[in-house]
């Protein structure tokens, strides 16, 4: 069975900082790439950050700079160390593990970690 479980959500302040992990079980996490999204009420799912397989990693425009995602294979961890954190950040926070080996595609997601950001 497959579980993705996030934590380190929280509530922190406006120039406060995160970070949040996804453990991984279930699967061979090493050949998945790893995406954290985020959904901010009434709004759309929106991509955060995403690291491949071979640890190459790309950012949402607004995230560049203040986000920085990473991964540890050998604890089949995701991390996304979140800072300067703003009020618009406040969202649910999903990880997202992706393996596509055509015509195959696996996807599994967790439930998701609330972070508020307020003063």
């Known amino acids: 069975q497959v579980q993705l479980v996030e934590s380190g959500g929280g509530l922190v302040q406006p120039g406060g900082s995160l970070r949040l992990s996804c453990a991984a079980s279930?699967?061979?996490?090493?050949?998945?790439?790893m995406v954290w999204y985020r959904q901010a009420p009434g709004k759309q799912r929106e991509l955060v950050a995403t690291?491949?397989?071979?640890?190459?990693?790309n950012y949402a425009d607004s995230m560049k700079g203040r986000f920085a995602i990473s991964r540890d294979n050998s604890k089949n961890t995701v991390y996304l160390q979140m800072n300067s954190l703003k009020p618009e950040d406040t969202a649910v926070y999903h990880c997202?593990?992706?393996?596509?080996?055509?015509?195959?595609?696996?996807?599994?997601w967790g439930q998701g970690t609330q972070v508020t950001v307020s003063s």
């Open positions: 997202n593990a992706v393996y596509v080996s055509t015509p195959l595609r696996y996807d599994y």
């Open positions: 279930g699967i061979i996490f090493s050949h998945y790439t």
């Open positions: 690291i491949t397989s071979d640890g190459s990693t």
